[in-house]
């Protein structure tokens, strides 16, 4: 069975650039999530969907991240402009259910904003 | 969801056991732990998750006190690919899987 696929697995851009990272979630998951990780710490979930539609997206900082899940399979996650603190580890991922407890990641991307 | 409270890092020699604490004094009647791991330049991976029984799977073994407030991560017979971040969630079953919460894990090493 393949994994949660990410690209790029790095990135560096300049401050007020704007990137893009790219997910496709196992075939069938109907649930998929973007998490935040900075460096020692643990992820911070960002915005999660359920199908097309987004179930939650309180932490997401909206004035510059947005992401879109248009078919309900693959997903992007934007960032415009990007900051230095936004340099930080972005992980995808997926689970068949809204309420399942296994959470299947991908290898995240690096995001290195100078 | 109830906090979580782990110690930061702990050493372990391969082919002994490893066993990783997690205190969760505030954890509800309805909540579930959970237990991820993190190799480096991964992402997390699920390992195993209990409500009040013992639970036992290819991976590890987690056992939870009688009064629900701590548990213990097992991994039987450490070896290096076990050098990892673990994780230990607490969570209400049966709702929305990301309301999840990330701490800073445990940092375990295995070492030779």
Redesign the interface.
Same mark, same amino acid.
């Given at each position: 069975e393949a994994g949660?696929a990410q690209s790029p697995r790095y990135k560096i851009i300049e401050k007020r650039q704007s990137v893009a990272f790219w997910c496709n979630p196992i075939s069938g998951h109907a649930?998929l999530?973007w998490y935040q990780q900075i460096l +020692?710490? +643990?992820?911070? @979930?960002l915005i999660?969907f359920q199908n097309n539609g987004v179930?939650?997206d309180s932490q997401l900082p909206k004035d510059r991240f947005s992401a879109e899940r248009l078919k309900g399979v693959d997903s992007t996650l934007k960032i415009q402009p990007a900051k230095l603190e936004d340099s930080a580890v972005y @992980?995808?991922?997926s689970?068949d259910h @809204?309420?399942?407890?296994?959470? $299947? $990641? +991908?290898?995240?991307t690096q995001l290195s904003v100078l | 969801d109830a906090k979580t409270t782990q110690p930061t890092s702990m050493d372990c020699a391969e082919g002994r056991a490893a066993n990783l604490p997690c205190n969760h004094s505030t954890i509800s009647g309805n909540e579930y732990v959970y237990w991820y791991r993190q190799i480096h330049s991964q992402g997390p991976q699920y390992i195993i998750h209990g409500l009040k029984n013992n639970e036992t799977n290819e991976m590890a073994s987690l056992i939870i006190t009688e009064d629900r407030k701590s548990s213990t991560l097992i991994l039987p017979h450490a070896t290096l690919r076990d050098t990892a971040v673990y994780y230990c969630i607490v969570r209400v079953a049966n709702t929305n899987a990301g309301k999840s919460t990330f701490g800073d894990g445990t940092t375990l090493t295995v070492k030779p």
């Open positions: 949660v649930t999530y +020692g710490q +643990g992820p911070k @979930l999660q179930v939650d @992980l995808c991922a689970s @809204l309420v399942n407890e296994k959470l $299947f $990641f +991908g290898s995240g | -």
